[in-house]
Nanobody, 123 residues
Framework: VQLVESGGGLVQAGGSLRLSCAAS????????EGWFRQAPGKDREFVGF????????SYADFVKGRFTISRDNGKNTVYLQMNSLEPDDTAVYYC?????????????????RGQGTQVTISS
């Protein structure tokens, strides 16, 4: 199983980025796909997830309507659209995949995880 993130980079505050996560080696459409992030010196934190089937989504409170997760099962890819970015959003962003067991907002319940992509927001 491989999850490969892309789309990170350096943008100014107020800007946007779209992260992608391409999955292979798993029945992608059957998995919940989550996004997490980790800033230097901080614990990994939940950003949001999208479930299989009806594509139900949920986000961390700090997202405040700025981020949107979507998925394209035909391309085995999940996306994280990030708008109105702030310097506090600077982190390595990871995608992860999980089955039905366990809560969807806790990293340790995810079965697979990508290597991450760096997002840096300048003020």
């Amino acid at each position: 199983v491989q999850l490969v993130e892309s789309g990170g980079g350096l943008v100014q505050a107020g800007g946007s980025l779209r992260l992608s996560c391409a999955a292979s080696g798993l029945a992608f459409s059957a998995y919940t796909e989550g996004w997490f992030r980790q800033a230097p010196g901080k614990d990994r934190e939940f950003v949001g997830f999208i479930r299989p089937g009806d594509g139900d989504t949920s986000y961390a409170d700090f997202v405040k309507g700025r981020f949107t997760i979507s998925r394209d099962n035909g391309k085995n890819t999940v996306y994280l659209q990030m708008n109105s970015l702030e310097p506090d959003d600077t982190a390595v962003y990871y995608c992860a995949a999980k089955g039905r067991f366990g809560p969807d907002n806790i990293p340790r319940y995810y079965n697979y995880r990508g290597q991450g992509t760096q997002v840096t927001i300048s003020s």
